[in-house]
């Protein structure tokens, strides 16, 4: 049995977001260099108090994390760089809570961000992973839209779910977005108008896809005592889980590695789901987030559609669920859709949410998933936050 160490002394802090837009001419260092400052400035500390990276990119390449801290200025003792997509917003606050209680690093910046140029999605899809071209490309089809259209199609082949259960949640983040003025998405969604959207690749329609977009978002690691000195509110860290590759065996993914941790997940953070008052999970489609909502124990294998019908996921209403409106509403700003959900759950255990709070929030989980390779998604993550006073 694996020996799980606690988070004593160590907590999160400072999120920052530097507001998206649809299309961007900066690079992605421009990108990440603004997550910094804004960290620094945000934090009352000089650039050279920060002697951790973390760093997460798409669009950073032909760089790389250490690339990124020379174009910065920076000397830090400790340094990473997670090409994990949606499950790297998690990794990072794992890596970086691991450094700060070893002593291999003191404050820890863990910034993501991606620009959008025109044409940069598309090249960026074009290159994501072999098994997704060697899968899709003879057949014509490229990106995301086909395989997830895929891993839709057989979830609802499997438990009866309907395109009007997948639209609950896109109407409930969109009812969410509106309350957060970071989202670009900034009409209201009715359930008919998902409906009738265009059809994308069958049965994925228009508002089942995230809009890519740039921007940036981050947050610092540090041990307790630091963040009273610098009068900084913070977040308490019960338990974090990843898992990568699970599940091999299944000819197509209807679960993920979340199932393989989950009960120790629990059992280390001393909670139970029911005593969770919200989750952010990350939702580049819908039937992701039904998925992360069995598999994270919510519900029963199978019984998402249920769930759904059951539950408004409004911010005012019961299982508060991507309070802040989700990548699905916000945009997808490449690796940063990785860090929306972390700092929106930081911003809701320090009451600093505005018109998403949620009342009472004491306990928050945070669920990654990242770097689809054609029909599943490899990089499962998640974590368990709670307030400082909880």
């Known amino acids: 049995m694996t020996r799980r160490m606690g ?3 160590v907590v999160v ?11 961007s001419t ?3 260092h421009w990108w990440l260099g603004r997550a910094l400052a804004e960290l620094i400035q945000s934090a009352g500390l000089a650039k050279h108090d920060v002697d951790g990276m973390c760093v997460s990119s798409f669009t950073l390449a032909p760089d790389t994390a250490v690339g990124l801290v020379q174009h910065l200025g920076m000397t830090p003792r400790w340094l990473d760089h997670i090409p994990t997509g949606g499950a790297s917003g998690v990794m990072g606050l794992r890596r970086a809570a691991r450094a700060v209680q070893s002593g291999d690093a003191d404050i820890v910046a863990c910034i993501a961000g991606d620009t959008n140029h025109v044409d940069s999605f598309r090249h960026t899809v074009s290159q994501f992973s072999r ?15 086909a395989s997830f259209a895929l891993l839709t199609r057989h979830y609802m082949n499997q438990t009866g779910a309907t395109r009007e259960d997948f639209g609950k949640l896109c109407v409930a983040q969109r009812d969410n977005a509106l309350k957060n003025p970071n989202a670009l998405m900034k009409k209201p969604l009715s359930l008919q108008q998902y409906m009738d ?3 994308i690749t069958d049965p994925i329609h228009l508002f089942d896809c995230v809009m890519p977009c740039a921007g940036a978002d981050g947050f610092l690691v540090m041990r307790e005592e630091q963040a009273r000195e610098l009068g900084l509110p913070f977040v308490c860290i019960l338990s974090t889980i ?5 599940w091999p065996e299944d000819p197509i993914q209807i679960r993920g590695g979340w199932t393989m941790d989950r009960d120790a997940f629990y059992s280390h953070a001393g909670v139970t789901p029911d005593d969770v008052d919200f989750l952010q999970a990350y939702d580049d489609y819908p039937v992701i987030n039904v998925m992360q909502i069995e598999d994270l124990g919510f519900c029963a294998k199978g019984e998402g559609p249920e769930f759904i019908r059951q539950h408004t996921f409004t911010v005012d209403g019961s299982f508060p669920f991507n309070t802040n409106g989700g990548q699905l509403s916000v945009g997808q700003a490449g690796a940063a859709g990785g860090y929306l959900g972390m700092v929106e759950a930081l911003r809701q255990l320090t009451d600093t949410a505005g018109a998403c709070q ?8 945070v669920s990654g998933f990242g770097m689809i390779n054609y029909d599943r998604g490899i990089c499962t993550a998640a974590a368990l936050l709670a307030r400082s006073d909880a």
């Open 26 to 28: 900066h690079s992605a």
């Open 7 to 9: 988070y004593e002394g």
């Open 242 to 246: 990843e898992r990568h590759n699970a």
């Open 131 to 145: 098994f997704a071209q060697d899968g899709v490309y003879p057949y014509g089809a490229g990106g995301p839209n």
């Open 197 to 199: 959207s265009r059809l």
């Open 13 to 23: 802090t400072a999120p920052v977001t530097i507001p998206y837009v649809r299309y």
């Open 358 to 365: 949620v009342q009472n929030a004491n306990v928050g989980l």
